[in-house]
C-alpha cells in the first residue's frame, strides 16, 4: 500500500473537499491567467486602434517612440529575468523540511554588483529621457499659437492672429484676420510646428493625442505648453487623460491634420461673412429659433436678429458654469461633436472621410457635413435633451450649489418642429 492511497484513506470528507477544491482553485488560476494575457496579445492585435502611441504620425511622437522601444525592451528584459529567478528559486528552494541552509554576510562584491546593475541601467534610460522632455518641451521654433481651454466637458480653440495679420503664417485671402473659435476638433497645417498654449477654466484636464505626442495637463490659472505637429494628413484622434468629473469619458478631441493649400481654404472658410438662410425656409424659421433659444450660450459670427437687425452677442457666463459654450459658426465644417463624443456624418460617410488616403483626405474633410451624411440621430438625441446624452449631475439638486448654472448644456424642452428646423438652420453653418 501506497503511501498516498492510504493518506487518502485517513481523509475527513472536509479536507478531501478542501484538496479538491485547491486543485480547481489552481486549474481556475491558470485558465483565469491564460485568458487573461491571450486577451492582452488579441488586444495588442487590434487593427483599428485609433490612439495607439505605437504608430506616431509626427516628429514629437517619433521621438518618443525612440525612446519607448528601447525601455520597453530593457524593462521587458529585466522583468523576464526577475520573474523566472522568483519562479526558480520558489520552487528549487521551498520548505522540504530541509535544515536552514548556512547564513552568509558581507559578500561586498555581490552587494556593488547589485547596486551597480540598476544604477547603470537607470542612467542609461534617464539620460535620454531628461534630454527628450526637455526637447519636447521647446518652443522657440513655433510656427503656429493655439490657444486651448479645457471645459467640462469639451475643448475650446483659439487661434490667434499675429501681428502680422496671419494665422499660423497663413493670410486670409479676402477678409482681415480674426481669432478663429471653434471646439472638438483642431485642425493644424501639416509639418509645421504648432505650439498648443492650454488652460482649463474649470477643473484640471489633460491633453493627449497619443500619435502626435505625449500627455500635458491643462490646469485652471496657469498656461502650460504642447507641441503638435504631424507630416501626414488625416483625424487624429484623442482623449481627456484627468479624471475631470461624470462625463470625463465624454471628452474627447482630435487633432485634423490639412496640407497647406487645404488649410488655406480651411481658414477662408472660417472667416467667410455670415450668411441668413434664404427667407421663408425652414432654416430661416430655424434662425429665428436659434436666436431665441441658443443663442444667450452659443455665438455664431455675425449673426443679426431676424427682427431687430442688431448683431447677436451670447454671453454664456451668466448660465454654464465654466463660462462658455462651444461657437456653432462652422459646427458643419467639423464633423465630430459635444466633445468630439458623436459623429456629425454617418457611419458610411464617416468612413469615407476618416479612412481616406492622406493625398484624399483635405477635399473630403473639406466638404463638411452634408444633408445627405449628416447623423440626424444623434444630433436630434442631443437637442431633444443633452444631458440625457452627457450627463453633468449624478444629483440633480446640485445645480442649486452652482447659482442654478449648468455644467454642460442644459435639457431646453424644444418641440420636433423647431428641432427640425435647428437641424436645417445648423447644417448651413459650414
Ligand atoms: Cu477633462
Redesign the pocket.
Known amino acids: 500500500m501506497s503511501h498516498s492511497e492510504d493518506h487518502d484513506r485517513t481523509m475527513s470528507p472536509l479536507t478531501t473537499t478542501t484538496s479538491r477544491l485547491g486543485r480547481m482553485g489552481r486549474r481556475t488560476t491558470l485558465t483565469a491567467i491564460a485568458v487573461t494575457l491571450g486577451s492582452a496579445v488579441l488586444a495588442g492585435c487590434a487593427t483599428n486602434a485609433p490612439q495607439d502611441t505605437w504608430k506616431p504620425a509626427g516628429e514629437n511622437a517619433q521621438k518618443i517612440q525612440n525612446l519607448q522601444w528601447p525601455v520597453f525592451l530593457t524593462a521587458g528584459v529585466v522583468g523576464v529575468i526577475v520573474m523566472a529567478a522568483i519562479g526558480i528559486i520558489v520552487l528549487r528552494f521551498r520548505d522540504k523540511g530541509q535544515p536552514i541552509p548556512e547564513q552568509t554576510h558581507g559578500k561586498a562584491w555581490l552587494e556593488y554588483m547589485f547596486i551597480a546593475i540598476p544604477a547603470v541601467i537607470l542612467a542609461a534610460i534617464a539620460i535620454p529621457t531628461v534630454g527628450l522632455v526637455m526637447a519636447l518641451n521647446s518652443t522657440d521654433d513655433t510656427e503656429c499659437i493655439i490657444n486651448v481651454t ?1 471645459q467640462q ?1 469639451w475643448w475650446e480653440y483659439d487661434y490667434e492672429v499675429s501681428a502680422d495679420g496671419t494665422i499660423c503664417g497663413f493670410a486670409p485671402s479676402a477678409v482681415e484676420a480674426s481669432p478663429i473659435i471653434t471646439s472638438g476638433q483642431v485642425v493644424i497645417p501639416a509639418n509645421t510646428k504648432v505650439l498648443l498654449r492650454g488652460t482649463s477654466r474649470d477643473v484640471i ?2 491633453y493627449w493625442i497619443p500619435r502626435l505626442n505625449g500627455k500635458r495637463d491643462m490646469v485652471p490659472g496657469r498656461v502650460h505648453f504642447l507641441r503638435l505637429e504631424s507630416d501626414t494628413p488625416g483625424i487624429y484622434a484623442g482623449q ?1 487623460t ?1 479624471f ?1 468629473g461624470l462625463s ?1 469619458a465624454n ?1 474627447r478631441m482630435e487633432t485634423v491634420v490639412l496640407e497647406s493649400g487645404d488649410f488655406q481654404k480651411w481658414l477662408d472658410n472660417e472667416l467667410e461673412p455670415y450668411s441668413a438662410p434664404a427667407a421663408g425656409t425652414l432654416a430661416a424659421e430655424g434662425e429665428a429659433t436659434f436666436v431665441a433659444q441658443c443663442s444667450r450660450c452659443h455665438q455664431v459670427n455675425g449673426l443679426l436678429d431676424p427682427n431687430k437687425g442688431t448683431l447677436v452677442v451670447s454671453y454664456p457666463d451668466q448660465f454654464v458654469y465654466s463660462g462658455a459654450s462651444p461657437n456653432l459658426t462652422n459646427l458643419m465644417g467639423r464633423n465630430t461633436f459635444a466633445g468630439a463624443s458623436w459623429d456629425l456624418l454617418t457611419p458610411e460617410c464617416r468612413a469615407d472621410v476618416w479612412d481616406a488616403t492622406p493625398e484624399e483626405f483635405g477635399a473630403k474633410y473639406l466638404a463638411g457635413v452634408t444633408p445627405e451624411c449628416l447623423n440626424e440621430i444623434d444630433l436630434r438625441e442631443w437637442l431633444r435633451n443633452a444631458p440625457a446624452k452627457k450627463p453633468m449631475y449624478a444629483d440633480p439638486t446640485m445645480l442649486d450649489e452652482t447659482d442654478g448654472k449648468t455644467r454642460g448644456m442644459p435639457y431646453l424642452g424644444l418641440s420636433e418642429d423647431q428641432i427640425d428646423q435647428l437641424i436645417a438652420y445648423l447644417l448651413e453653418r459650414k
Open positions: 479645457g466637458w484636464h489633460s481627456c484627468e475631470c470625463h471628452m
